[in-house]
């Protein structure tokens, strides 16, 4: 049996990171997508014994295949019943299909999503290195909700969705596992608006997203007195 | 001569956190802020040998006082010759001031913003651990800024204001100093917008910040499909 596989849900890639549209042509937000899920699979390669990808894209199965990684087709699974589109349903039930894959294969498995480009492997490697003595770990994100998680297969019913943070700990702890919560700007850091990709140009150096965001002559300034940043393009 | 002090500068409490306004009354936000200062401080206190509060106002330097902190009054400087504000010329003359105060009281000295209330006592003990070995450590705040540096007293120049983490990064480098990011997602977090309030009210289970906000009546919930945080008040 094997140690740790990782599993990284990937959407399709025509739909993704709509709001960093129109600064991003959809080609562009695609490359994106390929430049991170490059910078988190060869971060993660070296550490993990197997990652995963699972996605219904064909075009995501087939680049994940270049990049030498696992694939699984995910399921068509019908329609929630809950009409909330806050439930995430289709991803939680991914999840779950990776893990029943996973779980006579691997003890433990890291659950993380293809757009933290910033990870870096001493992060993994500390979080691999304290869940020999943890049986639950979670990562937040900003605005409440979880970029990883590490646990056996199927330990906790899957939550993602609007305060996903809150709700996998609440999990957990039913479940009788005492979640330990990693603390990092890095891996809190998933790419979402125009902003965040102001923080990669920031701290991103050596990674494939900001050498494309370079190649878009992508350029990042501060706004004074607001701490936030101003990003644009030539 | 001692290990180590934490400097904490700190700015009038009446111009502060204007970007909560008028969400908060002006007695609101001095209550936050005294709120974060006792959080932070009370997380310091078992750890460092000494907390210096640098401050013009004189309420905040009373209020110092009542917490059992070392007060310096801040000097009054001239202008400084630049007009650009991002120059933040006062802040890095009043860090100067307060580390030739500890220069020959202390061999390292952790500079700290007063507004990160979600930092833990096992990030600051892990930075001091590390500080043995290392010359310079520094952690970033959200936007490219810096929110804490462990260095010898007067080791560089500071260069908070705009960008300021990669100019401490150059200027470590520059006095041939070994720069270490320490990478924590609480320490990242300074509170300057509504949406900051709601991190607080997801992540700051047991400081006096939270409970302040919570005496308020605030309460936070998810804006859908956009990661960010809706903050209101009754």
């Known amino acids: 049996m094997d140690k740790i596989y990782a599993i990284i849900p990937v959407s399709q890639f025509a739909n ?4 960093l549209s129109p600064f991003l042509s959809p080609e562009e937000r695609k ?8 910078d988190i699979t060869t971060t ?3 550490i ?4 995963l990808i699972i996605s219904k894209d064909e075009e995501v199965l087939d680049y994940a295949k270049e990049l030498g990684l696992t694939t699984i087709i995910e399921e068509d699974h019908k329609k929630s019943k809950s009409l909330k589109p806050s439930d995430n349903g289709g991803l939680n039930k991914a999840l779950k299909q990776a893990m029943k894959w996973s779980r006579k294969k691997t003890r433990k498995i890291i659950i993380l999503p293809s757009d933290i480009p910033l990870i870096r492997k001493t ?3 500390l979080l691999i290195e304290q869940s020999k003595n943890l049986d639950f770990i979670i990562v937040p994100s900003k605005g409440g909700g979880t970029n990883t998680l590490i646990a056996k297969p199927l330990a906790i019913d899957m939550k993602f969705g609007e305060f996903s943070f809150k709700k996998h700990i609440e999990e957990a702890e039913k479940k009788k596992l005492t979640p330990f919560v990693h603390d990092s700007f890095y891996m809190a850091l998933d790419v ?9 140009m920031i701290h991103g150096n050596g990674t ?3 050498k494309y965001l370079e190649s878009l002559e992508i350029k990042v300034e501060s706004i004074h007195g607001h701490e936030r940043l101003k990003v644009t393009r030539n």
Do not use: F, Q, S, Y
């Open 16 to 19: 993704a990171k709509t709001r």
């Open 31 to 38: 490359n994106l997508l390929k430049a991170m899920l490059k």
């Open 44 to 46: 993660l390669k070296p």
């Open 48 to 51: 993990v014994d197997k990652i």
């Open 123 to 125: 992060n993994i490697k």
């Open 192 to 200: 979402n608006t125009t902003e965040d990709l102001g923080e990669i």
């Open 208 to 210: 494939e997203t900001k």
